[in-house]
Structure formats: C-alpha cells, structure tokens
C-alpha cells in the first residue's frame, strides 16, 4: 500500500533566525561547548555501566538480595520497549525536546534509586535510568540537523569514541565513590552529572528546525518495543535457562512475532513509525546488519579481557592473572587509548577518506586482535598488544557507525532510524554475550577460589568475536554509501528547510 509522505514543519523561530549560521563552518566557542555536552551525555551511557557494575555487590548487600541481575536487567528492558517511541517522538516533537526529557527522567530515575527503601523501588529507578541509553542515538541525530555540514562528521565520531578514557578511570572513580560514599552514591553521581547536563544542552544546543507533521503510530512503537523487550529478556537469561528451554524458545519465538506483526501492520499503517520501504533499501539494510556485526565483538572482548585478567591462573598454566578489580584498569589503559585516537583519525579524517575504508581498517583490526587475543594470551604484555588492536577497531567502528546511519535516512526520519540501530546493537550485544559465555560454560573448572573458565572456552569466544567483525568487513565492501563525497554531501536540517 502507497503511504503518503509526513509533511515538515520548520520551527516558527526559525523563519526569522536560522538554527545554523551557515557561514560559521569551523569551531567556534558555541559548537566546541555543544559537541562537550554531546559527549558527556555519550560518555554517561558507559560510564553508568561501570559504575553500576562495580557497585553491584554492594547493593545485593545493602538490600539484602541475590537477584542482582535485575539490576541491569531491568534498565535494558526499558530501553529496547522505549526506543522506537523516543525515536519517532524525537522526529516529531523536537530532538533537543526529547533529549532533555529523557535526561531528566533518566536523572529522576537515579535519584529514586539512591534514596529507595527496598529492592523494588529501587529497580523502579533503574528502569527509568535504562532511557539514558537512547541518549547517544538523540545527540547524535541533532548533531546532523543543527551543527555545519564539516563539522558533522567530526562531531559524530567523537560523540561515541570519546567514551574510551573512560575505561581508565572508571573502576577508579567507582572504588572511591562506594568506599567513601556506600554503592548507592554512584546513583547520585550519574543524576548530578545528568542534571549539569541538561543545563548544557539548554544554554549551548539549538532544537532541530524540523517537525514531521503525523499522526504517531503507538501500535507500531509498542509492537517493535515489546518485541525487542521480549528477544533481549530471552537471551539475556539463556545461560540459565538453557538454549533448548521451552522459556527461551518461547521468549524468542514471542519476540519474532511480535516483529512480524509489526511488519504486518505498518505495510498498511497510512503513516507507520518507519516506512518498511525504508528498511529495504540497500543504505538502510547494510547499515543495519552492520551495526548487528560491530557491537557483538565489542561487548565479548569488553566482557571477557577484565575474567581473564581477575581469573588465577588456569591448571594448564596458559591463561589467567590473578589481578584485582584495580588492576583490570592497568589492562584496559591502552585498550581505552587506542578507542580514543582511532575515533578522532576516523573522524578527522573522513571529509578526505569516507567512512567506509577507516572503518574497513577497524573491523580487520578487531578481527586481528581478537585472534590474537584467541591464541597468544598467556603473557600480559601479549593480552596490551592485542587489546590495542581491539581499542583501534572500536574506535573506528563506533566513530563511523553513526556517520553511516545518517547517511542511510534523510533528516526527517533520523530520529527513528537511529533507534531502530540502536536496537540492532542491544540485540547484537546479549547474542554474543550469551553465545560466548555458553561456550565457556563448557570448559570450566572450579578451585577453592571458584569457578572459571579454561583457554579452551577463551579461544573460541575470541574466534566468534573475530567472525563478527569479518561479517563487518563484508558488509564494509558492498555497502554503497560512507565515501567521502557522501561525508561533505550529507544532507541536514538546513537542507530540508531551504528546499
């Protein structure tokens, strides 16, 4: 069925004053203080993971439970049922709008966490904090509609790679907050630098002179959240579960038809949330399986390095460094470096080179330093060498991967678009970390310090997190956009507007 396109609405405000001075083309104090505002919020999203992560023992101790996994758990249920709806609301009511809104009930959320009486009312906080992950997809797609055409790319980039450094002082800032403070002060800590935030984004970010103009598809948003709700809940407790479980199966085969039902009724939906047309074409469906094949390396070598380095050594002798929480830090320095400067050459870079072959460059270095990570790791020195090949691929990867999604859609649908990615890389991430943790399951063994996984189990998570980035690198060659004429052509909000 034929949909008619949504109409655009530019902003009243900006008939009389463009969002974008067009001859402001270079850094000025306005658009480095804005880009710093936009990485904060990207740098949040990985730093609460941290954060959280460290403290997690902690709060099974202050509430009195074992089930701690609900603590993650629930924050990325949020986030997979929110994100279409956040997307396509950002499209039709305003991204700078939505990005406020979201930091503050993301803010309110951490605050009701540290300050809950029981267990339950703090996951409550937790879920709400879980819409703090849609940031990194909003700030991005403001970036492309408000900053100067060649600042974009740049700007993109370093929204997503900036978060390397924080690899290094996280478990830092993490120990001092919990031992000063008790576990539940990091939730103060993320709803303080969330509120600085949102004052940034008020006083230095202008709001996207475009509107679609339709009516919101909320049967379409719910079928898309709950489906991506129910495959990620499915495979975050696979391990448990079992693979073959009629509850995992079930929770899988939930989710799928939820999806398909989704398919089936924005085909005929006047004004679906996004068009299936769109998903079909060649820019849009190679981004999306590229986003599926980056994130999953990227989650198994950030999951897995911090066992191996905690882990004793294993009877073999092969694997295992017996450091503590502290020491993971000193592996991951380099690690976090590497991200950082990858990202900034990419993004330098693209008006001259594309994204397409830096990013070419960072899958095949993911692919090498996750073999080598398979084979070569009983050494430390050999484990820095390798993760600093991992740190080069993340780098590019992550810093391209958005430049590629802005190019795939036009302005007025950017919104959903990179929620719709955003949920490609959720899906990505619990599948490779549930696949490779099966895979170790199968080759543990216990000491009177506990169980841990053998190099056996290792080399093969390490070799399905190089398979992913070679897909990556496939999807890399046929992709037909991400040169660099589509980096200096790439339309914006101002494009639209003028047209």
Not at 247 to 268: E, H, K, Q, R, T
């Amino acid at each position: 069925m034929t949909t008619n396109p949504p109409s655009l609405d530019p902003l009243d405000e900006t008939r009389s004053t463009p969002v974008v001075d067009e001859k402001a083309n270079y850094w000025t104090p306005r658009w480095i203080g804005a880009l710093v505002v936009v990485v904060m919020l990207g740098e949040l999203a990985t730093f609460s993971y941290s954060l959280v992560g460290t403290a997690l023992p902690g709060i099974g101790l202050h509430f009195q439970t074992a089930d701690l996994g609900w603590t993650i758990t629930v924050a990325n249920l949020v986030t997979a049922v929110g994100v279409a709806l956040i997307g396509k609301l950002a499209d039709l009511r305003g991204k700078r709008n939505l990005l406020i809104i979201v930091t503050g009930l993301s803010a309110v959320g951490g605050v009701v966490s540290a300050m809950a009486p029981n267990y339950e009312i703090f996951l409550v906080g937790r879920g709400l904090q879980g819409l703090l992950y849609v940031t990194p997809a909003l700030g991005y797609s403001l970036i492309r509609d408000v900053f100067p055409k060649p600042l974009i790319a740049f700007a993109i980039t370093v929204t997503f790679t900036g978060a390397g450094a924080l690899l290094v002082v996280a478990p830092f800032i993490a120990g001092w907050l919990i031992d000063s403070f008790g576990p539940l002060s990091v939730f103060w800590c993320i709803a303080a630098f969330q509120a600085v935030c949102i004052v940034g984004v008020l006083a230095l970010l202008p709001e996207s002179p475009l509107r679609v103009k339709s009516r919101l598809d909320w049967l379409g948003a719910l079928l898309l959240g709950v489906g991506g709700a129910l495959l990620v809940y499915g495979l975050g407790n696979a391990g448990t579960w079992g693979w073959t479980s009629l509850a995992f199966l079930g929770f899988i085969a939930a989710g799928v038809a939820c999806f398909v039902a989704w398919v089936w009724w924005d085909s005929s939906f006047p004004e679906p949330i996004i068009e299936i047309s769109l998903l079909r074409t060649r820019p849009m469906w190679t981004t999306l399986v590229l986003n599926f094949a980056v994130y999953g390396p990227a989650a198994i070598v950030v999951s897995l390095v911090p066992l191996i380095v905690q882990m004793p050594r294993d009877p073999s002798g092969e694997i295992g460094f017996a450091s503590d929480a502290f020491g993971v830090a000193a592996y991951m320095a380099p690690h976090g470096a590497a991200m950082v400067i990858g990202g900034l050459v990419c993004g330098a870079k693209a008006m001259r080179w594309g994204i397409r072959y830096p990013m070419m460059v960072g899958c095949s270095a993911f692919a090498v330093g996750s073999v080598g990570l398979a084979f070569l790791h009983s050494q430390s020195w050999q484990v820095l060498l390798w993760l600093l090949f991992c740190g080069i691929g993340m780098g590019a990867t992550y810093g391209g991967l958005p430049n590629l999604v802005v190019q795939s859609a036009p302005p007025e649908k950017q919104g959903i678009t990179s929620s719709i990615m955003l949920s490609a890389q959720n899906l990505s991430s619990a599948l490779a970390v549930q696949l490779v943790f099966a895979m170790l399951a199968m080759h543990a063994f216990t000491t009177e310090l506990g169980t841990f996984f053998g190099p056996e189990g290792y080399r093969i998570a390490f070799l399905i997190a190089a398979a992913f980035a070679l897909v990556g690198l496939f999807v890399l060659k046929i992709m037909p956009h991400g040169r660099a004429v589509d980096v200096r052509t790439v339309q914006t909000a101002s494009d639209v507007v003028a047209h």
